[in-house]
């Protein structure tokens, strides 16, 4: 269980022999059970973390087929970055195993790699680091690859109207990879006492599990391969990262990040509000947003708890404890002693950021661009959600260099949603380049000031081409995967959708990292991801509002 909670999914613990090292495939992890039960919790911390950060890449890991020595060098790197990536989850004597020197080195797998080919000096790894098979990791990724690709659907399954009914009543039902929910365990009742106490009073009642596997770096390359099926990845991993932005009489300023120099540029970029073009000949029509309706009907809605209730969903410690009190001096307990959680009231704001650079001009699926059908899908779920009654604004931005990134307001959190917004929206077309990280702080920035809710949520809807003056694609993947770090260690919630284009899963890994990001063949396809993915985010940027 403690396994599958720091890696971010179902992963299974198997036996060693006495003293051979620790090692994961990312499927299952292998310890020596002789082993003192410190070295063994620190041992297990290591192989879920390589998991949880991405580090058993295919595409990285190969790399060392066959070369110990910097196989070893690599783990030394990608232990210590994943132990710090994942520190805010590691329970208390195990957040500090980190050598913090050694993780800042490194923002992710395939850099790790490169610093280990250099011939920087680096240490030994400490023994409870294991050993790295690359063999085992190699036959592990291929035989996962292979039973995705017999899945017709991808990775989130249909389900049946039952559960679709389930899913409306009781508000977070089991995702897809039925994986060990992290966030699911509220104050008053989730965690261990109270299901010891369930099952010393006798509940049936279960509760839903949650998880995915989490996203990691790898090199960003395309491919002319059409991408028929969905694709998801949600993970609540980041890293530590600073922000700030300064108005000034030309726009606002933020800074950007140099992964180079490894340190940030302040006030490098200047985001300027533009008005939104009005075509009059625009048309007002999308497509049918009902089907988005159905999996955002429960997102945004508070929770209320209710004490000391005669049947709920979970159990009231407190009351709990009394009844057994009064048991046990021979008095009738109160058999209320359940917490029952409603939803009332709609608790979320959604910023949607639409990318209106030139590649979105590209051709994508079903005969038409990617800007048109992303144009939909932000349609579809800006009505959604204003139907639904959460707050949504609408943003399309593109750039001309870091001076000229530009950001058009077609819908702001205060404005109504009517045919003109939606005339604005159809009135957009694609030019120029993609700034995203300055984009994705601009976005981050208006939620906290307008947001509203204690929710927050931004979408981006991009096709991943992170590119400027400047801003060459490596460079920008990362100043955009620290961006989407920073928004998330405010608490706002991130996913990033690509819809209708040609682009390969790992181009997609490198620009969006560890956020939660899908690629969808057709706007269509959103109405089987956005329920999980958005959850997902929600949940993690709950941890983080309640770690900070």
Known sequence: MTASALAGRAVAVLSLEPGEPAWTDGQSIHLDATADTRGGLRALAVQACLIAAGSLDADVVRELSRRPKLAQRYLLLEGHRALAACADVLPGRLATLADAEVAA???????????A??????????????VLRVKQVLAACEKAGARKADESVGHIPRRDAKRDLEELDDGEPADADGGPDLFSSPVGGGGFIGKWLKKMLGSARSSGTSGGPPGADSPTHRTNSSNRSTHAVMSAAAAQSDDGADVTAGGVTYPEWDVNRRRYRADWCTVREIPARLDPSASAEIDDALAVRRPLARLGMGLHRRHRQPQGDDIDIDAAVEARVELAAGSVPDEAVYLDSLRRRRDLSVLVLLDVSGSAAEAG?????VHQQQRVAAAN????????????????????????????????????????????LNSLEPASYSRLGAAVRHGSAVLERSGGTSRRLLVVLSDGLAYDHGYELGYG?????RALTEARRRGIGCVCLTVGASVDVASLRHVFGSAAHAVVARPDGLVGVIGPMFRSALRSAEVRRRVS
């Open 105 to 115: 080195r490194s923002d992710s797998a395939a850099e790790s790699l490169a610093i």
């Open 365 to 369: 699926t079903l005969g038409r661009t």
């Open 117 to 130: 080919h250099s011939a920087a000096p680096l240490p030994d790894p400490p023994p409870w680091f294991g």
């Open 381 to 424: 779920l800006v009505v959604a959600l204003h139907d639904l009654g959460d707050r949504v604004a609408l943003y399309a931005y593109n750039s001309q260099g870091r001076s000229a990134v530009n950001v058009t307001p077609v819908k702001r959190f205060d404005e109504h949603l009517d045919s003109r917004t939606l005339k604005r």
């Open 477 to 481: 993947a990362a100043d955009a995967r």
